[in-house]
Nanobody, 127 residues
Framework: QVQLVESGGGLEQPGGSLRLSCAAS????????MGWFRQVPGKEREVVAA????????YYTASVKGRFTISRDNAVNTLYLQMNSLKAEDTAVYYC????????????????????WGQGTQVTVSS
């Protein structure tokens, strides 16, 4: 089992940057496929990005490609999401999620694929 704690959210102006972190408990972080999701009130939770166990493969939803970067540091059990060129439509609660991955380069894209979730961190993009 793994516990996930997000941090780094806040208020940022359009065009600005934020870096989210997700600290994971336990000693098996490197066995988990990790993902970032976001949700706004009244809408379904959507995948933002995902990364394979060793970080060799990544996935981004179309709306964040070229602006967001997902990464992980398995040595310190931490997942990151670097968000640049922020837009108002990026405003949401951001969640990190984890599940075990069968293969080194496995990725998962749906929230129903993930087992463990953090509590979320609010990101607000507004002038």
């Amino acid at each position: 089992q793994v516990q996930l704690v997000e941090s780094g959210g806040g208020l940022e102006q359009p065009g600005g940057s934020l870096r989210l972190s997700c600290a994971a408990s336990g000693r098996t972080f490197s066995t988990y496929v990790m993902g970032w999701f976001r949700q706004v009130p009244g809408k379904e939770r959507e995948v933002v990005a995902a990364i394979s166990r060793a970080g060799s493969r990544t996935y981004y939803t179309a709306s964040v490609k070229g602006r967001f970067t997902i990464s992980r540091d398995n040595a310190v059990n931490t997942l990151y999401l670097q968000m640049n060129s922020l837009k108002a439509e990026d405003t949401a609660v951001y969640y990190c999620a984890a599940r075990t991955g069968m293969f080194t380069d496995t990725l998962y894209y749906k929230d129903s694929d993930y087992t463990y979730w953090g509590q979320g961190t609010q990101v607000t993009v507004s002038s």
